[in-house]
């Protein structure tokens, strides 16, 4: 029989690359990681790891046990919060999400969610997604509201164990202009006739990925300011520093500025839900995932841009805020992925 904490001494080398770090992070010795490593080959009866001047490289059997451990884990972590809950007063529901997509899609989620389950106890946690995905693999959220843009999901059949992908809607990038921009006045862009404009990046890593859609319409990207924060980007807009490609959700209609849609190929972010797959979902999460992809359906097409400024809502810093059922009240804008 494997013992699992052998598995989460391979699940350490694995993540540090080496017996040393491992060992540093388990509070072990290096001699004791070594040991573990051994006994578990001997188990198998096959090598796990190789160790070299270089680090540490797993074999297929090892990498086939790491997966494993990432899943023995993640059941474990939510067998624990399960168990948790049966001794709370209250059910408790933590949600992870990114800002613009929490700030637009969550208040009338949340809001359908209390009026059918007021007796759960909400814990929203503002996270991008390469750290929200882990949040919910090992159980520190129910459930998470994550994007990516063009490429697979963060999570796709056969990859992170354990984890499920459910799309919820498309997010178009719209270009924002500064308001006596020469093109202002238009429906739509090619983005080959902005080759001569500064760009503002309202998230750093988006940046590849606005020089790829740059390539194709011909030009090199010349960044004039980059941000994490989309309302930010759009106020230097605003200020003539540039122009910006915004998603749709996280428009601000900031003053000074005009909203025009992007010729084909059209760029776009995708939004979706990360849920826990091959184990009992919690009756709370799947219903929270049911009132965001209401919300998600209740959404225009895209096929225009939206104008106006955009809704705000509460959302809670990195760290979590627990409170009772409360729907979320508008006021605190925070920054924007």
């Known amino acids: 029989m494997i013992d699992v904490q052998r598995l989460r001494v391979l699940r350490a080398v694995a993540e540090h690359g080496s017996f040393n770090k491992a060992a540093g992070a388990l509070l ?38 790491v997966e494993a451990a990432e899943t023995i884990s993640a059941e ?24 613009s997509g929490g700030r637009h899609l ?28 882990p949040m919910v693999r090992s159980g520190a959220a129910d459930l998470a509201l994550a994007y990516h843009f063009d490429g697979p999901p963060p999570v796709r059949p056969g990859g992170r164990p354990g984890l499920a992908w459910r799309p919820l809607l498309e997010d178009p990038l719209r270009l924002v202009l500064p308001g ?11 983005l080959g006739e902005l080759s001569g404009d500064r760009w503002v990046l309202g998230c750093l890593k988006t ?9 194709l319409a011909g030009f090199d990207l010349r960044v004039g300011a980059s941000t994490t924060d989309y309302f930010f980007a759009q106020t230097l807009v605003a200020a003539g520093v540039g122009v910006s490609l915004v998603p749709q959700v996280a428009l601000a209609g900031a003053p000074g500025t005009v909203v025009v849609g992007v010729e ?8 979706g839900l990360v849920l826990p797959r091959g184990r009992r979902t919690d009756s709370s999460a799947e219903a929270l995932a049911e ?16 104008s106006g400024p955009a809704p705000t809502a509460r959302l809670l810093p990195r760290g979590g805020l627990r409170g009772g059922a409360q729907a979320p009240e508008p006021g605190v804008t925070r920054p924007v992925s």
């Open 207 to 215: 940046e590849a990925f606005l020089r790829r859609y740059a390539e």
């Open 291 to 306: 009132a965001l992809a209401a919300t998600a359906t209740a959404e225009p097409s895209g096929d225009h841009p939206r």
């Open 28 to 65: 072990l010795t290096p001699s004791a990681v070594s040991q573990h490593i051994a006994a578990l080959e001997r188990t198998l009866g096959q090598p796990v790891a190789v160790r070299s001047t270089r680090g540490v490289t797993l074999t297929e059997p090892g990498r086939l046990l």
């Open 180 to 190: 006596g921009h020469r093109l202002a006045g238009r429906t739509s862009v090619d």
């Open 264 to 271: 084909p190929p059209r760029p776009a972010r995708h939004i």
């Open 76 to 99: 474990l972590d939510q067998v624990r919060r399960a168990i948790d809950r049966l001794t709370h007063d209250r059910p408790r529901l933590t949600v992870a999400t990114f800002t």
């Open 106 to 133: 969550l208040p009338a989620a949340l809001a359908r969610f209390v009026g059918t389950h007021p007796e759960v106890e909400l814990t929203v946690l503002e996270s991008e997604p390469e750290d929200a995905v």
